[in-house]
């Protein structure tokens, strides 16, 4: 079965950095899109960054902080956060769909990891 395990997550301060990873077994890896969501507390789920095997694609608001790469040899995608800001707290997911994904919509990837928690103080 197919599985998605984040790690990295934990409390820092306004301004420090966190790189999260997530891990998985598919055997589609290397043509998958990769994508970070997070939610916040009240909050609907939102979109953060994904990558494909040939483009990446940002939030408006995390655009030149924060940073997806993958390693498809680990079968492992990461998402380095630098210049954190309270309004970054949230549970961090992982998520992944066959092929190449355009849209910043939940519904389009069909596998998701359990999340991980960011927490930035100020």
């Known amino acids: 079965q197919e599985q998605l395990v984040e790690s990295g997550g934990g409390l820092v301060q306004a301004g420090g950095s966190l790189r999260l990873s997530c891990v998985t077994a598919?055997?589609?890896?290397?043509?998958?899109?990769m994508a970070w969501f997070r939610q916040a507390p009240g909050k609907e789920r939102e979109f953060v960054a994904a990558?494909?095997?040939?483009?990446?694609n940002y939030e408006d608001s995390v655009k030149g902080r924060f940073t997806i790469s993958r390693d498809n040899a680990k079968n492992t995608v990461y998402l380095q956060m630098d210049s954190l800001k309270p309004e970054d707290t949230a549970v961090y997911y992982c998520?992944?769909?066959?092929?190449?994904?355009?849209?910043?919509?939940?519904?389009?990837?069909?596998?998701w990891g359990q999340g991980t928690h960011v927490t930035v103080s100020s």
């Open positions: 998520a992944a769909q066959y092929g190449i994904i355009r849209s910043n919509r939940a519904h389009d990837f069909g596998s």
């Open positions: 598919r055997r589609t890896f290397a043509t998958d899109t």
């Open positions: 990558i494909s095997w040939s483009s990446t």
